[in-house]
């Protein structure tokens, strides 16, 4: 499934590729403490391509942020969690 989002992600170039890495570098022209909504962010406990500091940074920045753990990497399994998060998100809370 990876294979495919990444080979359906640069068919037509790597333009999308290379936007993404710029908006890394540029100023967004927001600042976090902006930030007005309820926010949930998800770590996982064991994940070692996004350290879980940086899910608690954020949630230390975003005034109205929340973080919820979970157990594993950064590939699950976490169904559950997941599914409670989009309902979250889903009901506009």
């Known amino acids: 499934m990876l294979l495919e989002t990444v080979q359906e992600a ?3 170039g790597s333009v999308g ?15 976090l403490e902006d930030v007005h909504a309820p926010t949930r962010v998800m770590v996982a406990r064991k994940d ?7 899910g608690e940074w954020l949630v230390e920045h975003l005034p109205e942020a929340e973080l919820l753990y979970v157990y594993g ?17 889903g009901s506009g809370a």
């Open 10 to 12: 640069v068919r037509q």
């Open 73 to 89: 990497g950064h590939f699950g399994p976490r169904h559950g969690p997941e599914m409670q998060l989009m309902s979250w998100v």
């Open 48 to 54: 070692t391509s996004v350290a879980p500091a940086h």
């Open 17 to 31: 590729f290379v936007d993404d890495y710029l908006a890394l570098v540029h100023d967004w022209g927001i600042s």
